[in-house]
């Protein structure tokens, strides 16, 4: 992890809910390494790293992200095997 990751995180999800319409839009996928699924396994690997206390709250905060964004996101089924990466990376966005 790297100075600042959980803010940087929690930023790109914060930037992708404010889209417009119901669903995410797949065109703000621009490269890896931005996607807001990469967002999501740059706060699970912070999860490994905080005292239980941090851990609660950012775990509070990555319950509502990941309430917004199987919300905001499709079933993928021919995504199953990403799940081993993390459920969010079987969901799909708005083509």
Same mark, same amino acid.
């Given at each position: 992890?790297?100075?600042?990751? +959980?803010? $940087?995180? #929690? =930023?790109?999800?914060?930037?992708? *809910?404010?889209?417009?319409?119901?669903? #995410?839009?797949?065109?703000?996928?621009? =490269?890896?390494? !931005?996607? +807001?699924? @990469?967002?999501?396994? @740059?706060?699970?690997?912070?999860?490994? $790293?905080?005292?239980?206390?941090?851990?609660? @709250?950012?775990?509070? #905060? !990555?319950?509502?992200? @990941?309430?917004? *964004?199987?919300?905001?996101?499709?079933?993928?089924?021919?995504? *199953?095997?990403?799940? &081993? *990466?993390?459920?969010?990376?079987?969901? &799909?966005?708005?083509?």
């Amino acid at each position: 992890m790297w100075p600042n990751a +959980v803010d $940087h995180a #929690l =930023s790109r999800f914060e930037s992708a *809910f404010k889209q417009p319409g119901r669903y #995410l839009n797949a065109s703000e996928a621009y =490269s890896p390494g !931005i996607e +807001v699924e @990469d967002a999501r396994d @740059d706060l699970e690997r912070a999860m490994l $790293h905080l005292p239980p206390g941090a851990k609660r @709250d950012l775990g509070r #905060l !990555i319950t509502r992200i @990941d309430e917004e *964004f199987d919300r905001c996101t499709l079933p993928e089924p021919n995504y *199953f095997e990403l799940a &081993m *990466f993390g459920w969010w990376w079987t969901r &799909m966005r708005e083509r």
